[in-house]
């Protein structure tokens, strides 16, 4: 399946809305719940040749095998964006694994799933994806996956420095240090977010890279950021 852009309006059919079984063992990180509602994809409903199953086992049944790889939210997130939020390592590999196609795959508002894993701190998670993506996929996908930008022209480092993640941040500028040169849509760096978010640890991680922009809005930079933060 080829996923859509970022913003993309056109509708998602009905067949590839996300059914709650699914998303809540995503959420969770039940790995094995993941699989099993997955591995029942087939269409085919299964019935023991010795046992009967009742009509309601039999409706649950059909109803995940329904259930597969490329099925979204409402806001086009993935299974791997689900997951990747929450921090799964065990489900990310997994979902990786099966398709690798999931790490450049955008939802409504842009973010990939790395953006996710940036956005809420989760350092191990961001290890995952680009340990697998530097494993799976071709050079120029691989600078797509780990320097992408969202819909609002954020990269990964820009969210996890806004965010004031300073270990994430720091696993980011490791991996792909030019990410911290970039600006966003609004004209921001990395340092900028980092200051505006009062996270030392974040300042130190996106300083570490000699190359790193202190450009802001409006012709600010990264100094007058740290005066608005503290006006005393």
Known sequence: ?????????????????????????????????VVRLLGESSGVAVESPTIRATP???????QHAACNIHEVTAERSTLLHVAAAQGHCD????????????????NSTGDTPLHCV??????????????????SVEE??????????????????????????GEAAS????IAPAMASELNGSGMSPLYLAVMS????????VLSCGDASA??????????????????
């Not at 120029?140 to 320097?147: G, K, S, T, V, Y």
């Not at 600010?220 to 006006?231: I, R």
């Open 198 to 205: 009062r996270s030392v640890a974040a300042v130190r991680a």
């Open 171 to 174: 696993e980011l500028v490791a």
């Open 91 to 106: 489900l990310i590999a997994e979902l990786c694994r099966r398709d690798s196609n999931l790490l450049s795959a955008a």
């Open 215 to 232: 450009a802001g809005p409006d012709s600010q930079n990264a100094l007058h950021a740290a005066v608005l933060q503290n006006p005393g």
């Open 118 to 135: 940036a956005r809420a701190g989760h350092t191990g998670a961001i290890l995952a994806i680009a340990r697998f993506a530097r494993d």
């Open 140 to 165: 120029d996908r691989l600078r797509e996956i780990l320097r992408g930008k969202n819909s609002a022209g954020d990269t990964a480092l820009h969210l996890a420095a806004r965010h004031g993640h």
């Open 56 to 62: 309601a086992a039999q409706a649950a049944a059909n």
């Open 1 to 33: 399946m080829e996923f859509t852009h970022a913003g993309c309006k056109k509708k998602i059919p009905d067949h590839l809305f996300m059914c709650s079984e699914l998303y809540i063992a995503a959420y969770d990180g039940q790995t094995d719940e």
